[in-house]
C-alpha cells in the first residue's frame, strides 16, 4: 500500500492541507484548551486523593457521620468529578467543537463528492 495518490487521481482532497488550515488548528486549539486543563485538575486530584489515602490515614479514617468516613466521601467525590467532567465535555463539545467540526467535514465531503 502507498501513501501517493494515484496519477490519474488530480482532484485528491489534500488531508494535509487541511490539517494546517486556520480553522482546523482552531479546532484543535479550541479542544485542547478544554481538555488539558480539566485532565491536570482530574489527575492532581485524583493524586492527592492516593496520596491522603497512602499518607493521611488518621485524616482519611475520621468519621464524618455514622460509618461514614473522610476517605469515603473523597472516594466517592472521584466517581462524582469522573461523571461531571464527561457531562462538562460533552455539553462543551456540543456547543464549540461539533458546529466547526461538522463544517470542516461537509466541506470535504463536498470536495469528495465533486472529484
Known sequence: ?????????????????????????TLKRTQR???????????????????????????MGQRVWGDITVGLLLGLGQFVTTFAITMAYVSFANRKIDPLATE???ELEKAQGQA
Do not use: C, K, N, Q
Open 104 to 106: 470542516i467535514r461537509e
Open 33 to 59: 484548551s478544554f481538555i488539558f486543563p480539566l485532565a491536570a485538575f482530574f489527575l492532581i486530584w485524583y493524586f492527592a486523593y492516593v496520596l491522603l489515602a497512602a499518607f493521611a490515614t488518621d485524616f
Open 1 to 25: 500500500m502507498s501513501d501517493h495518490t494515484p496519477a490519474g487521481s488530480s482532484s485528491a482532497i489534500d488531508y494535509i492541507a487541511i490539517e494546517e488550515s486556520p480553522r482546523f488548528r
